[in-house]
């Protein structure tokens, strides 16, 4: 049966539902809205969370990831593991570099000083280029004159985060006059992003005429 007002209207219906069930999902519907707001900020949340965590797993990776540097045309454990070398790459560079320095003649130095200032930090690259240029000067002006710089097996070559410590032996010729030297080059690095520069080289405590 349908009912009617005085005035013959029919109630404020829509269909057969009353205004209330309106309203009541109306206010289902904000409900839900907000709910899913706060979702949304949730996931973000989340989102900026997992970032953080990705990019601090990212940097801790680079600090700790092994780079393999061979520039010897050598093999073996030549790698340096974020900022610190390895064993074998020290005594390989030790080597590369008491023969770049310690052994030459007036028609290598050249070509050898230019290498090994390619290994040189920026810092000290000018103290070391006029050392070198001095070294070429004194050739220039005796050039007979050959060094030969060797190693020493019975000292120990000693190593620390930022110095190599290399007990020598040098044998210098000059018109046919052979002197031999003892005595020890200290050589300074550093690692920066897993490349190796030369900061200084030093002899220290030679001593002529040993045998």
Do not use: C
Request: charged fraction near 20%; avoid cysteine; proline fraction near 4%.
């Amino acid at each position: 049966m349908r009912l009617f007002t005085r005035s013959g209207a029919a109630p404020d219906m829509i269909g057969d539902t009353p205004p209330s069930w309106h309203l009541h999902r109306y206010l289902q519907g904000s409900a839900n809205l907000f709910e899913e707001n706060r979702l949304l900020k949730f996931a973000i949340a989340g989102l900026f969370g997992v970032s953080a965590v990705l990019g601090t797993v990212i940097y801790t990776s680079n600090q700790n990831q092994r780079t393999v540097i061979v520039p010897f045309g050598a093999g073996g454990d030549l790698y340096v593991t974020g900022n610190a070398p390895s064993a074998t790459y020290l005594r390989a560079i030790t080597r590369n570099i008491v023969s770049l320095v310690g052994t030459y003649s007036a028609y290598s130095a050249d070509r050898q000083f230019q290498e090994l200032l390619s290994l040189v930090h920026p810092s000290a690259y000018n103290g070391l280029r006029d050392s070198l240029s001095r070294l070429l000067d004194e050739l220039g002006t005796n050039p007979t004159l050959s060094i030969a710089t060797y190693i020493r097996g019975d000292q120990p070559v000693t190593y620390t985060d930022n110095e190599i410590v290399v007990p020598v032996e040098k044998v210098r010729v000059i018109g046919g006059v052979i002197r031999k030297f003892r005595g020890n080059l200290r050589i300074r690095f550093v690692v920066d992003n897993g490349r190796f520069w030369l900061t200084a080289l030093q002899e220290e405590k030679f001593s002529a005429d040993i045998r």
